[in-house]
């Protein structure tokens, strides 16, 4: 009885330890952006609602929000994708990257879940 008691904690241990390990989401690329977030609509929800976002690849922006829209401009800086927005509530320049999370899904390095439509 002790014999199998040994040989499963180190089991339990190992399976335990991938469990609570955290997976790491690498940032994409200017090519895997282009691929996969530009010319695709994407939705959020922030602040309780409905965030609706595309990055169009002649450089242009378009975002709507319940009541509010908003549109402006965005280029690559290296990896990042920095957008300059001219019209509606978050006026000004901001650079984010992406991490892919699967299933269409992306998160912005300011924390925002933005999923692709189909």
């Known amino acids: 009885m002790r ?10 241990a190992t399976v335990g330890a991938l ?4 997976a790491v989401a690498e940032t994409l690329t200017r090519e895997q952006v ?17 965030v609706r976002l595309r990055y169009n690849s002649d450089g242009s922006i378009v975002m709507k929000v319940a009541f509010m829209s ?3 401009n965005w280029v690559y800086v290296g990896d990042e994708l920095c957008m300059t927005l001219t019209k509606g509530p978050k006026r000004g320049k901001t650079c984010v990257t992406f991490e892919d999370l699967g299933n269409g899904a ?4 300011e924390g925002l879940i933005l999923h692709r439509q189909k």
Do not use: H
């Not at 014999?3 to 339990?12: F, I, N, Q, S, V």
């Not at 469990?19 to 955290?22: A, C, D, K, R, V």
């Not at 282009?34 to 602040?47: F, G, H, P």
């Open 106 to 109: 992306y998160r912005n390095s």
């Open 34 to 50: 282009s691929r996969q977030i530009i010319d695709k609509d994407l939705t959020a929800t922030r602040n309780g609602m409905t």
């Open 70 to 72: 908003g549109a402006g």
């Open 19 to 22: 469990i609570i390990q955290p």
């Open 3 to 12: 014999r199998a008691l040994t040989l499963t904690l180190p089991a339990l």
